[in-house]
């Protein structure tokens, strides 16, 4: 079908037409070549470094000297105080295993094709070659743990070809009964005191206690021809097929063990997986990986009118061709599926959390190191998993915030001498919360504590678990809501602010003073984090039937938070006073977060703020990066606007060729890459995330009280039918529409909201 298969008629030249498969753990993407063929490897605690305290002399005072400085109004010098004294150094990084590299000889290909089926989560390609068709398929069973590889041919004997690895990490080779190990080493350090970002140096530390991951990769070749081992590399010859199982095992055992002197097992588990493949052979791989993918992949379907007959477009040509006149309205669904097949591939129960690329990476050095960046990114990533009902997805992320609660207090800590913990822009495997070195635009921004608790909060509201809301979301929630009480200060109007604060990674002029500043008196952004982390800690202890001295506390200083205000120009004001933005249509429009992901500015409720929340909209404009364009799909759900979400999502589907020779072009305007994963421009999975999530949000939005269908329909979508998406309250709906008018809706499951049919 057209809306959840990539098909293709000729290899991939580049890592962004390759196309990835995963299972949480183990990444990879995958050329599908003739000639020779490339398997670029992954796996999710492949990270430089290793557990460290990150604390800065002096770092509290500056914070102070930089408060009154803020409070004064002379915001550039404290801009300066906090980029010179309280700012550390960078994250650690994300990084890549290498590729394996299969040469087949073949010198002449005809009759290609690859396709990726996402209903079932596996890659088939094929061509035919001096009389001989070959036949590929690839997938990353989660079960059992393997990348499964086969390559068979319809002449007995036919199939000849060599297996290499090619892994930049330090490591050394081995061969065994078949099985070829890559034994290596992460570096213990990524370079993170560099001041030219992204720096090219990696660090092997020779004392023990600063060394990093230590992993194993087993690669085994099962094969009904002669398999030797030759210059370094596996070899079969006059085969009639050939199946290749894949591990990648590491010593990282947490985010407070050293992994190289407290490092877990992991020689004898990796070979461990791969023999249990071969033993358990291809095809019952098959069928437990189709079964185990398809139990969460087959809760929710759409379709956007009627699906065309005759043989589909590449997917490539579909995307150069889309034309938001015409569209391809199934490219729509298309764009939608392939975020929940990212998600299931690349999150799952007892996964690490997803970073800016999921797990798919090619290079030691990704951009902005392939991190947490909680300023919005790492939180949109989870967006599409409670509403297209794949809760079992937002445990990683969950895993990801118990860590920084724990790490984030020494941070809150040592900068603040609050209690309580904080997270600042960038976080790690490790668990990094310090902040990060470079500008304070983006290193002093101290929400991403308040942020995650967003997430963690909207998991209980879809699940109404409570014993999960009890035992882990809101002991996190009051602990960072601790660190907020201890430091709100009173503006002069008596009203509490964090003081000084940031709007993500945008910056203003404000009158006779020279050059540009990030840190002002307020900010809408951090109001907003505060207010909504406020608001669901009453929440949460009603739901639960409890009161305390730290609720009444919370409660005391929620309706003193300073409230947000309408600019000059009909905007909700970004910082505490109008000011001048350096760049107008700035990618982040962070102010309204109010409106999306929280739920404090709402249709119907609060007309003037909804309003401006608009007009915002509206001077940012409709262009962005990857991850910006999804975001105002949602905004743009929230304001009801459904015509102007498509908009949004037209731009997002704007083809953006894929990189040429290993260089990475960081000044395109964002869209979707010829295998349809997001370019921010480079690639950044947040985007094939909040795109989902801003579809799912444009045909069903809840809150407390309703359910609301249809709340931003575009006029082009006039027919169509969704099923299974998850509204707040434990329940999932079913739409079927036509001329634009809901004719049939379902409601699975219990519920005494109010069903609100929109159209």
Not at 528 to 550: M, Q
Not at 715 to 722: H, I, K, M, Q, R
Request: proline fraction near 5%; include cysteine.
């Amino acid at each position: 079908m057209l809306s959840d298969t990539l098909f293709y008629t000729s290899p991939a030249k580049y890592w962004m037409e390759a196309l990835p498969i995963g299972n949480g753990k183990l990444g990879a993407m995958c050329y599908s070549g003739t000639s020779s063929d490339e398997l670029s490897l992954s796996e999710e605690t492949l990270w430089s470094g290793c557990p460290r305290s990150v604390t800065k002399p002096g770092a509290y005072e500056s914070y102070l000297k930089a408060q009154a400085l803020a409070k004064a109004g002379k915001y550039r010098a404290c801009h300066e105080e906090i980029r010179k004294n309280f700012l550390t150094i960078w994250s650690q990084a994300y990084l890549t295993f290498g590729s394996l590299i299969l040469d087949f000889g073949v010198k002449k290909a005809e009759n290609y094709e690859r396709r990726l089926t996402l209903a079932d989560a596996v890659l088939t390609s094929g061509f035919d070659a001096e009389g001989v068709r070959y036949r590929k398929t690839a997938f990353v069973s989660a079960p059992d743990n393997v990348l499964v590889y086969k390559i068979a041919v319809d002449k007995p004997g036919s199939l000849s070809f060599t297996l290499r690895e090619n892994c930049p990490l330090r490591h050394k080779t081995s061969f065994e009964n078949g099985v070829l190990f890559v034994d290596g080493e992460c570096p213990g350090d990524a370079d993170t005191k560099s001041k030219n970002y992204p720096a090219n140096d990696t660090i092997y530390d020779v004392a023990d206690e600063k060394r990093g991951v230590l992993f194993r990769g087993s690669i085994l070749v099962d094969t009904d021809g002669a398999l030797t081992e030759e210059n370094g590399a596996l070899k079969v010859e006059n085969a009639c097929e050939a199946t290749v199982y894949v591990n990648i095992t590491t010593s990282f055992n947490g985010f407070d063990k050293q992994p190289y002197l407290e490092g877990k097992e992991y020689l004898q588990p990796s070979l461990d997986a791969v023999l249990a493949a071969k033993e358990a052979g291809f095809e019952k791989l098959l069928v437990r990986h189709v079964a185990d993918y398809k139990k969460y992949y087959d809760r929710v379907s759409l379709r956007i009118g009627e699906e065309p007959d005759g043989a589909p477009s590449p997917t490539d040509r579909r995307l150069l061709s889309f034309d938001p006149e015409k569209p391809d309205k199934a490219l729509y669904a298309l764009l939608f599926n392939m975020g929940r097949y990212l998600l299931i591939s690349a999150a799952r129960p007892g996964s690490k959390a997803m970073n800016l690329q999921g797990i798919w990476n090619n290079t030691v050095r990704p951009p902005w190191n392939s991190n947490y960046t909680t300023n919005i990114n790492t939180e949109m990533n989870d967006w599409p998993c409670l509403p297209c009902n794949l809760p079992e997805m937002t445990e990683p992320l969950t895993d990801l915030a118990k860590t920084v609660s724990v790490t984030g207090e020494e941070t809150a800590r040592e900068f603040y001498h609050a209690r309580g913990f904080v997270l600042h822009h960038n976080a790690d495997i490790w668990g990094m919360t310090a902040p990060i070195q470079g500008n304070p635009c983006w290193g002093f921004w101290n929400g991403g504590s308040g942020w995650l608790c967003e997430n963690l909060f909207a998991v209980y509201e879809y699940t109404l678990d409570k014993d999960y809301l009890r035992d882990t979301a809101l002991p996190i929630m009051k602990k960072a809501a601790r660190f907020y009480l201890d430091i709100l200060v009173e503006d002069d109007d008596g009203t509490l602010i964090i003081c000084p604060a940031t709007s993500s990674e945008n910056s203003f002029r404000k009158k006779g003073t020279r050059g540009e500043a990030a840190t002002s008196k307020s900010t809408a952004m951090m109001q907003g984090i505060v207010k909504s982390l406020f608001t669901n800690i009453g929440k949460a202890y009603e739901a639960l039937g409890e009161n305390d001295e730290f609720l009444a506390e919370v409660r005391a200083a929620l309706p003193r938070l300073k409230p947000f205000s309408i600019g000059k120009y009909g905007e909700l004001l970004e910082w505490n006073e109008q000011l001048e933005e350096t760049e107008l249509h700035h990618r982040h429009v962070s102010h309204l977060y109010a409106l999306h992901p929280a739920t404090l500015i709402r249709y119907g409720r609060d007309p003037e703020l909804f309003e401006a929340c608009k007009k915002t909209l509206e001077r940012r404009g409709d262009d962005g990066t990857g991850w910006s364009l999804a975001w105002k799909v949602n905004f743009w759900a929230r304001l009801r606007d459904g015509d102007h979400a498509l908009r949004l999502l037209n731009n997002q589907l704007r083809y953006v060729t894929a990189e040429k020779n290993g260089e990475i072009a960081y000044d395109r305007h964002g869209g979707t890459f010829p295998n349809m994963l997001d370019a921010h421009p480079p690639f950044q999975i947040d985007g094939n995330f909040g795109s989902t999530a801003g579809i799912a949000e444009m045909l069903l939005q809840s809150d407390e009280e309703n359910v609301y269908l249809l709340p931003a329909l575009p006029a082009a979508w006039d027919e169509g039918e969704v099923k299974g998406l998850a509204a707040r309250g434990n329940v999932t709906v079913d739409i079927r529409w036509k001329d634009g008018k809901i004719t049939d809706h379902k409601i699975h499951g219990e519920t005494d909201k109010k069903i609100v049919l929109c159209r």
